[in-house]
């Protein structure tokens, strides 16, 4: 019992990581706590339906173009929206991304409609045994998912010019700026990536959580609360504090009950908030005088 | 006499010969402009005043207004509700600096500490108000100083998982009767029972009283030593203002402020159930009502009030359609108005104001220095 | 005469680094002490220390012969002692007029009373108010009262700092490099107000200071100190002929 949630709270919170991830990189390029991360991955749900359905395209197929329109999304609203207002403070920044949630969830809402839609691709709910423990072939499959991604973020910002260049800005965006990178250019990138994430995001939850404007809200806010978790600046961290909470919410669900889920997630940060007022790997405040 | 009075005069004397150092001719006009200024400010205030008392005339006045129905006081009632909780959150939001996604928690506090107290206990509106708000700043107190370090987004995420601990527990404790409910009778003020336009009436008082309070404040000593925390906490404290006292005192008052709006708003419907306490959404709408209205204004909950709580009302037939009109004006606000409605509503008065007082002649000679902007410093909060 | 601030062997560490090492400083009531010594010697360390906002593993801390190790910074005000920031720390979206009041907090009051407006808070209000009215002409300031602080030029900002520190009514007054970055002219101006202070005010003034011919002409006492420790103290004169000091600013030739 204890095995077989545990494993599948790490299913469920490799899938937060995503959202927790998109949360943290946003962030410490742009001061932005972004409201509008879930419904991005709400939007490439809905796509995804629209080109396998519609378009009656293959599933990798639809992956690439769904990806492309969810990245473009990511950049319109910051070309549109974020930009416009970049030198306001971060609670104006804020608001403006819960505008753009009002948004997205009306668009959704009129182009495909507020009742729940099944997503066409399933993935096999069949047990297959690991380490003692029976998990689904579904939560193996998107534990795969988050992992290659993981992968693919760490080389991105380990080895590429423009991954460097992120994380310079993260550290300090003025002496990037006079270091000659630009750094709009890497605003732009930093939310193409939230995008990109959130395509994965949308089209992994979507089997699980079935499509609907309200879909990503939980998660959202479950992301929110595992990037804060762990400091708002650290990635490593987003993901701990993800797996942490996926792991401990299965727990509780499995043994309190269902609607002790959420509740946990927040006893858990206002706990840890409490004592490490920064979060877990955030930058603790010095005092400089 | 006043050590201090009495060396600045030495000051004055002795300086008088240096290079136009304190000439006691410029001290003595200085001083004059001064006084003028200040008559001029009590003048303007005197008008606000009046103003202010000309509007709460024409607020009681209009539930009389021929061709006004009780449903109408009912529906402007429930917008003087949302106006006050909206107060409680730029309390703490606008003077205080501390952002709260969590005050729907305060509002549940409040509105189930009355309604329990009636249902049981069967006391009126008035007890019940001052229960509800007492109730709600004790635990806003508690939870000032939880989170006494937390700053910013960990601030926001800290109150919302406030809120939801408050919806989880009137959920699943059986005094709260969850999403059953609590039914109340009607309501009562002392021995009268009142039915929606008393209802209104009452609600305008608190809103006046809420409002009071918060003129007091920013103008005492108190909100001087909340601001000075928020701009600057290291030379606050060295001003000798106890961050722990106070920021737990804002806490407090922006708590026991949205407390008071939930009393009424559980009284107005007489109906109380987790399905409408437990929803972080009112958190929202209070955070976006306090900042699209201008938190650090006294008219700001009131103008961002009016505007998240009527924009549903009026574009209800349109579904989806009012979410995304919902959205586009909140980002044109915040694009235009990016301190808030009452700013920029209050531009033509203020500038009017300065030219009164530029025509006095004060501060002439700082004029010049105005445009002396620091880049680096331009970053509040 | 009898001592006003005093810290006796006060150790603070940041991780492994010593930022003080056994310094120990007296400061004479009625007297302007200053502190000098090289980039990184401890002095502003030592100065949070003697404001409370910073913490230290030994030594004892000393106001009026009372021990205040554990004060917190709020507390000093109360005591009677205020102070200065090297970088200007000022409320810069306020007036000046707000600034120099929120400097006289301490003066407030009951804070429910002043928050109801009560009679009693009202007069306090005025009284406060009028006085800093007054500190403003003092500092030459009352033309600025109604601009906000960030507009106001570098030299202003300064006077507006002392000018918070002075309307809590202090006796004792930290003053750290209160003429960095400063003309010529606004440092003789400082200087002769850093006096006024003392004179007139009877204000005990404690000074971290890099402008030799302040400190020198201004101090009574001086207090050197190097790499977090004590160095040498003596009067101006001294300090000038001290070989250890000259050692210390110019370097030994070996």
Redesign the interface.
């Known amino acids: 019992m204890f095995g077989q949630l545990a494993m599948s709270g790490l299913a469920t919170g490799s899938l937060y990581a995503l959202t927790a991830v998109a949360v943290v990189v946003v962030?410490r390029n742009t001061r932005v706590?972004n409201l509008a991360q879930g419904d991005f991955a709400m939007i490439a749900a809905f796509l995804g339906i629209v080109f396998l359905k519609d378009f009656q395209l293959n599933y990798f197929l639809m992956l690439p173009l769904v990806i492309v329109c969810s990245m473009l999304l990511g950049v319109l609203v910051e070309r549109l929206?974020m930009r416009?207002?970049a030198?306001?403070?971060?609670?104006?920044l804020?608001?403006?991304t819960?505008?753009?949630?009002?948004?997205?969830?009306?668009?959704a809402?009129?182009a495909w409609g507020?009742d729940t839609k099944a997503f066409p691709v399933t993935f096999d709910a069949k047990p297959v045994s690991i380490l003692g423990t029976l998990v689904s072939e579904g939560h193996l499959v998107n534990m795969a998912w988050a992992l290659g991604i993981g992968l693919i973020l760490f080389l991105f910002f380990k080895y590429t010019k423009q991954g460097i260049a992120m994380r310079a800005v993260t550290d300090d965006p003025e002496t990037a700026k006079l270091m000659g990178i630009p750094v709009r250019f890497i605003v732009m990138l930093t939310w193409a990536m939230a995008g990109f994430l959130a395509a994965f995001a949308g089209l992994l939850l979507a089997p699980i959580l079935y499509v609907s404007p309200g879909m990503m809200d939980e998660v959202l806010?479950k992301g929110?609360?595992a990037a804060?978790f762990g400091g708002?600046y650290s990635i490593p961290g987003a993901i701990l504090g993800a797996l942490m909470i996926g792991v401990a919410e299965n727990l509780a669900g499995g043994y309190l009950g269902a609607?002790?889920k959420?509740?946990t997630a927040?006893?858990m940060?206002?706990l840890l908030?409490?004592f490490r007022?920064?979060?877990l790997f955030?930058i603790q405040?010095r005092r400089e005088? | 006499m006043?050590?201090?009075?009495a060396?600045?005069r030495?000051?004055?004397r002795d300086r008088a010969g240096d290079a136009g150092?304190?000439d006691p001719e410029a001290?003595d006009r200085?001083?004059r402009q001064?006084r003028a200024?200040a008559d001029m400010k009590a003048r303007f205030q005197k008008q606000n005043w009046i103003a202010a008392g000309l509007l709460m005339g024409l607020a009681a006045l209009f539930p009389m207004l021929p061709g006004v129905e009780g449903w109408m006081a009912y529906t402007v009632a429930l917008v003087i509700i949302y106006i006050i909780a909206a107060q409680g959150v730029a309390v703490l939001?606008g003077y205080a600096g501390l952002?709260t996604v969590g005050h729907g928690g305060f509002l549940a506090i409040g509105a189930y500490t009355s309604a329990l107290l009636t249902k049981h206990y069967g006391t009126e509106l008035i007890t019940g108000l001052i229960a509800g708000g007492l109730m709600s700043a004790l635990i806003g107190c508690l939870l000032g100083l939880?989170?006494l370090?937390?700053?910013?987004?960990?601030m926001?995420?800290?109150t919302?998982?406030?809120a939801?601990?408050v919806g989880?527990i009137v959920?699943?404790v059986d005094l709260f009767e969850g999403r059953e409910g609590i039914n109340l009778a009607k309501n009562r003020v002392l021995l009268w029972e009142i039915g929606d336009v008393g209802f209104y009436y009452v609600a305008l008082a608190v809103f006046a009283l809420v409002t009071l309070?918060i003129y007091?404040?920013t103008r005492?000593?108190?909100g001087?030593?909340l601001?000075?925390l928020r701009?600057?906490e290291?030379?606050?404290?060295?001003?000798?203002?106890?961050?722990v006292?106070?920021r737990t005192?804002a806490f407090s008052i922006s708590a026991f402020i949205t407390g008071l709006a939930g009393v009424l708003n559980g009284h107005i419907v007489r109906y109380i159930s987790s399905e409408v306490y437990a929803d972080i959404w009112y958190s929202?709408d209070f955070?976006?009502a306090a900042?699209?209205g201008g938190s650090a204004f006294l008219m700001g909950p009131v103008l961002g009030g009016i505007f998240v709580a009527l924009l549903p009302y009026f574009l209800e037939e349109l579904?989806?359609?009012?979410?995304?009109?919902?959205?586009?004006?909140?980002?044109l606000v915040?694009?235009f108005a990016?301190a808030g409605l009452a700013e920029v509503m209050g531009r033509p008065l203020r500038a009017l104001r300065r030219r009164q007082i530029e025509r006095l002649g004060?501060?002439a000679?700082?004029q010049e220095?105005?445009?002396?902007?620091?880049p680096g410093?331009?970053?509040?909060? | 005469m009898a001592s006003h601030l005093r810290c006796e062997n006060v150790t603070v560490r940041f991780g492994g680094v010593v930022a003080c090492d056994c310094v120990s400083l007296d400061v004479e009531e009625g007297k302007i002490i200053g502190v000098i010594g090289p980039n990184g010697a401890g002095k502003t360390t030592l100065f949070n220390v003697l404001?409370r906002?910073q913490d230290f593993s030994e030594g004892k801390l000393f106001y009026r012969e009372k021990r205040i190790d554990r004060y917190?910074?709020?507390q000093?005000?109360?005591l009677g002692l205020?102070?200065t920031?090297q970088n200007i720390?000022?409320?810069?979206?306020?007036s000046v007029l707000?600034n120099i009041?929120?400097?006289s907090?301490?003066l407030?009051g009951n804070?429910f009373a002043?928050?109801?407006?009560t009679p009693g808070?009202r007069r306090i209000?005025r009284e406060?108010t009028r006085?800093a009215?007054?500190?403003a002409?003092?500092l030459?300031l009352?033309?600025?009262?109604?601009?906000l602080a960030?507009?106001?030029?570098y030299g202003h900002q300064k006077r507006v700092e002392l000018a918070?520190?002075?309307a809590?009514?202090p006796q004792i007054i930290l003053l750290d490099e209160p003429v960095a970055g400063c003309n010529e002219e606004e440092t003789a101006?400082l200087k002769n107000i850093v006096r006024?202070i003392n004179r007139?005010?009877?204000i005990t003034v404690v000074l971290v200071e890099h402008d030799m011919s302040m400190v020198m002409s201004v101090c009574d006492y001086i207090y050197v100190f190097n790499f977090g420790a004590n160095l040498a103290q003596g009067t101006p004169a001294e300090i000038q002929s001290h070989p250890d000091v000259i050692n210390a600013y110019l370097g030994t030739e070996e």
């Open positions: 962030f706590i929206v416009p207002i030198d306001t403070d971060w609670l104006t804020f608001t403006a819960l505008g753009v949630y009002y948004i997205l969830h009306g668009v809402g009129w507020r806010i929110y609360v804060v708002l609607h002790f959420t509740a927040f006893a940060i206002v908030l409490t007022p920064k979060g955030g405040a005088i | 006043d050590v201090l009075q060396a600045g030495r000051f004055a150092y304190l001290v200085t001083r001064r200024l939001t952002v939880i989170f370090r937390l700053s910013g987004a960990f926001a995420i800290g919302l998982g406030f939801f601990f989880t959920n699943n309070l007091c404040l005492s000593g108190v001087r030593a601001m000075a701009d600057a290291k030379a606050a404290e060295s001003s000798g203002i106890d961050r006292f106070y005192l929202v955070l976006v900042i699209v579904h989806d359609l009012a979410f995304i009109l919902k959205g586009v004006a909140l980002i915040l694009m990016p004060v501060g000679s700082r220095n105005a445009s002396i902007r620091e410093k331009l970053e509040a909060r | 404001s906002f917190r910074p709020h000093m005000v109360a205020a102070r920031f720390n000022l409320f810069a979206e306020q707000s009041l929120v400097g907090h301490c407030i804070p002043s928050l109801v407006w808070a209000e406060l006085r009215f007054e500190t002409e003092l030459h009352e033309r600025d009262l109604d601009t960030k507009h106001l030029p918070r520190a002075l809590s009514k101006e006024d007139e005010l009877g």
